[in-house]
């Protein structure tokens, strides 16, 4: 008697988005009060002009069930039909159970597979794979992607090089079975030996030790470099990967680190003034896992982005990490 193997569905599609934000606004004024800077030079540099940060009853985990919840109904499905669910986050901080367990629980997921992974800002498009992956297989049919982060928490807030930039948001995609293409081969890989590039400032257990907390500390100009150069490339190849052409794409939602990374990527692109670029740095800072559903949410609220259109997806960060795709939107 040979096994019986999983015989997955032909294609999977993102089926449904969602985002969620924190109500808090920190504008530059108020970020001025905590660093020595200013909103010239903090929108010159990185195109930020306030972003979000968790108050009262906001949670990594309240954010994430928003995000999830709004991506299940716009996928027209209900938690039941969930059996997969997976959060990349660095900001839930217990090592265990998983965020998504938890997540998974109460929205009502019952029984679905879930776990967290760590691929920082690359996380949304390294969960999309693995969901893209589960549906083909067979492993699942029904996966909910959730990038959440709150790394207000994470961040020293008097620390001029990392406290303007990040922020607090979560967003998620329903990922599903489909009988035409709609996710393009992932194009991902990592560089372990730049780890120190963007990381803690110390673990755990030195934490306690030393009674001071862990925050993301980061050599800007070393990122800003790897992001214009060798990630502008990675975005080539996986526009390459996808066998479409520039003017067959019609959005293009690179992970919100800093405007002048994307116009570094745009010029290296050549793409074609008809694809429409996000932006929602200017609104929400770097995000980290949540960036791009968050800007791609953005852009279809905003009417700049409908369903059937094209969006190539880059997301980079620490590890170092990158992952991207271009997907159908749902
Ligand atoms: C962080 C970043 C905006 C800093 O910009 P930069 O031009 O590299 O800044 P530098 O550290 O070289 O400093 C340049 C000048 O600005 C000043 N400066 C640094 N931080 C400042 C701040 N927060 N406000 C005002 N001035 C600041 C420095 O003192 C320096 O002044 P000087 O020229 O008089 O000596 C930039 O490196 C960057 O965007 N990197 C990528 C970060 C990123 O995207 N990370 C996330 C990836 S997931």
């Known amino acids: 008697m040979a096994l019986v193997t999983s015989k997955g569905a032909p294609y999977a599609r993102v089926m449904g988005l969602g985002a969620a934000v924190p109500s808090r606004v920190v504008d530059n004024a108020e970020m001025c009060t905590y660093i020595d800077s200013s909103d010239e030079w903090i929108q010159q540099r990185t195109g930020i002009v306030e972003r979000r940060w ?12 928003d995000a999830a919840r709004q991506a299940i109904a716009h996928a027209g499905l209900t938690p039941s039909d969930i059996d997969a669910v997976i959060i990349s986050t660095i900001s839930h901080l217990v090592q265990t159970p998983s965020l998504a367990a938890i997540v998974a629980a109460k929205i009502g997921c019952t029984d679905a597979a879930a776990f967290d992974i760590a691929a920082a800002c690359a996380g949304f498009c390294y969960g999309l794979a693995q969901a893209e992956s589960l549906v083909r297989s067979g492993a699942a049919t029904h996966v909910v992607v959730i990038g959440a982060e709150t790394l207000s928490k994470l961040t020293d807030h008097h620390d001029r090089s990392t406290a303007f930039l990040f922020a607090d948001a979560a967003g998620a995609a329903v990922v599903g079975p489909s009988e035409t293409s709609a996710m393009s081969p992932v194009v991902w890989g990592s560089d372990g030996h730049q780890a120190d590039v963007i990381q803690m400032t110390r673990t755990w257990s030195e934490a306690v030790d030393e009674g001071k907390p862990s925050q993301v500390a980061m050599a800007g100009q070393q990122v800003f470099r790897w ?102 939107v749902p």
């Not at 968790?54 to 069930?65: A, I, K, N, P, W």
């Open 227 to 328: 992001a214009t150069g060798f990630i502008a490339d990675a975005t080539s190849r996986i526009l390459e990967a996808s066998g479409l052409a520039p003017d067959e794409l019609d959005l293009f939602v690179p992970h919100q680190a800093n405007n002048r990374i994307t116009d570094a990527m745009l010029r290296h692109l050549k793409l074609p003034e008809t694809v429409t670029v996000a932006r929602s740095i200017k609104k929400y800072g770097n995000t980290s896992a949540a960036s791009i559903p968050l800007a791609l949410v953005e852009l279809i609220e905003s009417g700049e982005a409908k369903s059937g259109d094209t969006c190539l997806m880059i997301g980079f960060g620490a590890g170092l990490v990158y992952a991207g795709q271009v997907i159908t």
């Open 54 to 65: 968790v108050s009262e009853g906001e949670t990594v985990e309240s954010l994430s069930l």
